[in-house]
Antibody, heavy 119, light 108 residues
Framework: QVQLQESGPGLVKPSQTLSLTCTVS??????????WSWIRQPAGKGLEWIGR???????NYNPSLKSRVTVSVDTSKNHLSLKLSSVTAADTAVYYC???????????WGQGTTVTVSS | SYEVTQPPSMSVSPGQTARITCSAD??????AYWYQQKPGQAPVLVIY???ERPSGIPERFSGSTSGTTVTLTISGVQAEDEADYYC???????????FGGGTKLTVL
């Protein structure tokens, strides 16, 4: 079955760009009518949706983050990417990637990766 | 911004029924989804399309809807059901996903 694994630097300096990758195994990222999302969770707090990309290439972003976020897919590497620019301490969180389908929710999640923003 | 509202916490004794509510203006037109998250783990989808249960989710988990409120019901609560539960929907345009603040379910 499809599995997701997030990876990237665990420490990012303020004002820099956070870059994460989500590698898809057990299936092709470009098959099926899916979307691929990024979600984050600050320690002890709730889930916050960041954005998603459909297999068509169409993207949607959380309005509160839209000016700083880019979500993309590299089909040759079978992975999903997140770039979040101009980070601050408020961007410190566990970042998850997930597979979703319209009207079916997000049924496959990665284990999450912790990112700390600090100098 | 679009808001999805859940109670922050609730507690229930083993064997009892837990009902967790979620309210949002667009719920009469948009589906709700429920996720269970245990400490240190990724969320797991337990209900989709308001009332549907993914394969592998125990039958004691069910969902219902009425107007602007959806409810996750856990019948015969077990100790292993102690977790945070998140309601998720989309805004009225169907463009943006939004999570509720989460409900911490404590099994006494």
């Amino acid at each position: 079955q499809v599995q997701l694994q997030e990876s990237g630097p665990g420490l990012v300096k303020p004002s820099q760009t956070l870059s994460l990758t989500c590698t898809v195994s057990g299936g092709s990222i470009s098959s099926g009518s899916y979307y691929w999302s990024w979600i984050r969770q600050p320690a002890g707090k709730g889930l916050e949706w960041i954005g998603r990309i459909y297999n068509s290439g169409s993207t949607n972003y959380n309005p509160s983050l839209k000016s700083r976020v880019t979500v993309s897919v590299d089909t040759s590497k079978n992975h999903l990417s997140l770039k979040l620019s101009s980070v601050t301490a408020a961007d410190t969180a566990v970042y998850y990637c997930a597979r979703g389908k319209d009207f079916h929710g997000m049924d496959v999640w990665g284990q999450g990766t912790t990112v700390t923003v600090s100098s | 911004s679009y808001e999805v509202t859940q109670p922050p916490s609730m507690s229930v004794s083993p064997g009892q029924t837990a009902r967790i509510t979620c309210s949002a203006d667009a719920l009469p037109k948009r589906y709700a989804y429920w996720y269970q998250q245990k400490p240190g783990q990724a969320p797991v989808l337990v209900i989709y399309q308001d009332t549907e249960r993914p394969s592998g989710i125990p039958e004691r988990f069910s969902g219902s809807t009425s107007g602007t409120t959806v409810t996750l019901t856990i019948s015969g609560v077990q100790a292993e059901d102690e977790a945070d539960y998140y309601c998720q929907s989309v805004d009225s345009s169907g463009t943006y996903l939004v999570f509720g603040g989460g409900t911490k379910l404590t099994v006494l």
